[in-house]
């Protein structure tokens, strides 16, 4: 798949639910959600673009944080959504989703041209 360039406003406007949604489907710490997100296909996501919106996240009650001994250095903090982060993810989707059906309406190609 072709890499293609992407407005950094769109991908900070999703972040939050792209996080909600990965960590949703299993928690886990800072690192590696940067490299699920990678291998979802935002191959040039930085560490530093994830953190402040996981600080956000737990700040706000979309998600907790508990910290687990790891076997090969400090402790890591692992999230999970709340049920507020649950909701905020279901509400993010759809409004993406409607986002995307007018983007999709507004470039479809007329056929009576």
């Keep these: 798949m072709d890499e293609i360039t992407r407005d950094p406003q769109l991908l900070k406007g999703i972040l939050p639910t792209l996080i909600l949604a990965a960590l949703g489907r299993q928690e886990t710490y800072g690192y590696e959600l940067v490299t699920r997100l990678r291998d979802a296909g935002l ?4 560490p530093g673009t994830v953190y402040p919106v996981l ?3 737990e700040r706000d009650g979309s998600l907790e944080a508990h910290l687990v001994a790891s076997p090969s250095g400090p402790a890591r903090k692992y999230y999970r959504p709340t049920a507020a982060g649950l909701t905020r993810l279901a509400d993010g989707t759809s409004a993406w989703n409607a986002l995307a059906d007018i983007v999709q309406t507004m470039t479809a190609t007329d056929p009576t041209t």
């Design 43 to 46: 191959a040039d996501i930085a």
């Design 55 to 57: 600080t956000r996240l």
